[in-house]
């Protein structure tokens, strides 16, 4: 019978794999230990190999897809033999054997569908001429809006550029154009009433029309189309909650009628400087609306004002022109790989569980600067200062065992041994790789492994045993020129220190002011296992073995 290959388990957080590349096509010969597939895991891409002989039946994992561990990739078996028996046993048959087409007849007997109610539909109306309008979405919170006023009622004439209605949304009251022409047939939502976005708030089309068909479908979904009818309407005005309710101080014209301005032909004059008592509105009643500040020309003002007596007073500076600049909003989006997926689930599962607190401590470096330079005459290879740091953070641990613990639920780990996880940052987010027993390894040895990590890292190579088993967890941002920052638990330890840039500084030395290198750490610790003296006496240690760094030889 033929071998299921599943996708496998390849670290202890992973819960899914994407197939970044076959070695094997199906009808290929397969032989136990080849490598049938790159895997990208959360924390690296690895070789899937295979564990049996045969030809590789069925693949049913395209490149660049994810599937969960346990899922069913491959067939092997020999050549020409059923393999959907073997699916079948482990519930694959049913996606293996699915027709692509299979959703075309519903789709199909969807259009065919008859309209209720007896009238035309949607679609068949507005080849009349007949025009939905619905509630349009005009922030991207939005969910509905309140109809503030209706300047149509049922029977109106209506022109495509008219003002139908001021809807009030959750961030502004702005104005519904029609874009439309010809007779309002239909009002679906009254003054002070609420409807959802996309849902039918008016009817346009050609007087007598009977579009009982569109009111028995109800608010579904718009069809798009790509006309003007599409452009999102200008932001008026920002709602005011503590002011009354669209009442203001009526504006006088010169001829002294009442001046009546929609909300944003209001907001484009005051922007502009211009008096709507000089400004003749073309919508009904001669309502002045946004076209008609656009169109306005200043030289259309009555000539009296040249006329005015000339006063012994400076005029008043023309308020400054702003340019209008358009921009374009543009971005990109890609799929979250394998890594970033664990990254955010632990790291908001650390950070959400574990009650954070922090403690920051400066120390004076120049003793550290100091023996680096000597050390690196004669190690075999560079010592850097986070390699320093990582050896000193050792061996404060084995006098601190309480701040290289974890929490268990119902109990307690104390480590006797001091494993320290080394934060690196690589393309796809961050790897920590363990410095095992690193109370016991030398400064270059130390060196040596971190590098080698770090080439791992980049390289994708780093194994599960690469980065498990982590005690106690140190990330450095001072290369970077971070003076100081707070970091998030790896889980489960119960602590972390995040070491800054050394700053050359002014510092006080025997009463005196003088140039000094200080570099800050901040640990992070787990509440439900290091108490605030303990993590303080921790730093006292750690800053005490960096300020001397002789002791780290001893």
Known sequence: MADIVKMPKMSDTMTEGVMAKWHKKVGDKVKSGDVLAEVETDKATMDLESYWDGTLLFVGVEEGKAVPVDAVIAVIGKEGEDYKAALEAEGGAAKAEAPKTEEAPKEEAKTEAPTQGGGLGEEELAKKGVTVIRMPLLSDTMTEGVIAEWHKKVGDKVKDDDILADVETDKATMEVMGYATGTLLHVGVNKGEAAKVNGIIAIVGPEGTDISGILAQGDAPAKPVADKNTDAPVKEEAKNETAPA???????????????????????????????????????????????????????????????????????????????????????????SQMRKVIAKRLAESLFTAPHFYLTISIDMDGAIAARTAINTVAPVKVSFNDIVIKAVAIALKKHPAVNSSWGGDK??????????????????????????????????????????????????????????????????????????????????????????????????????????????????DHRVVDGATGAQFLQTLKGLLEEPIRLLA
């Not at 922007?271 to 008592?277: Q, V």
Request: aromatic share 4%; hydrophobic share 45%; charged share 20%.
């Open 412 to 525: 307690i780990r104390f480590n006797e041994h001091t494993n320290i996880g080394v934060a690196m940052a690589v393309e796809d987010g961050l790897l920590v790789p363990v410095v095992r027993f690193a109370d016991g390894k030398s400064l270059s040895h130390i060196s040596a492994e971190v590098k080698d990590f770090g080439a791992k890292a980049k390289a994708k190579k780093l194994q599960p045993s690469d980065w498990e088993g982590s005690t106690f967890t140190v990330s450095n941002l001072g290369m970077f020129g971070i003076d100081e920052f707070t970091s998030i638990i790896n889980s489960p330890d119960g602590a972390i220190l995040s070491v800054g840039a050394i700053q050359a500084i002014p510092v006080v030395k025997n009463g005196a002011v003088v140039p000094g290198n200080v570099m800050k750490l901040t640990l992070g610790c």
């Open 246 to 336: 669209k009442e203001e101080a009526p504006a006088v014209s010169l001829n002294g009628g009442r001046i009546i301005a929609s909300p944003l032909a209001k907001k484009i004059a005051k922007d502009k400087g211009i008096d709507l008592a000089q400004v003749a509105g073309s919508a009904e009643g001669g309502r002045i609306i946004k076209k008609d500040i656009e169109n306005y020309k200043p030289s259309a003002a009555p000539a009296a004002k040249a006329d005015a007596p000339a006063s012994s007073e400076k005029p008043a500076a023309a308020a400054p022109v702003i340019p209008t600049y358009v921009g374009e909003v543009k971005f990109t989006e890609q799929p979250v």
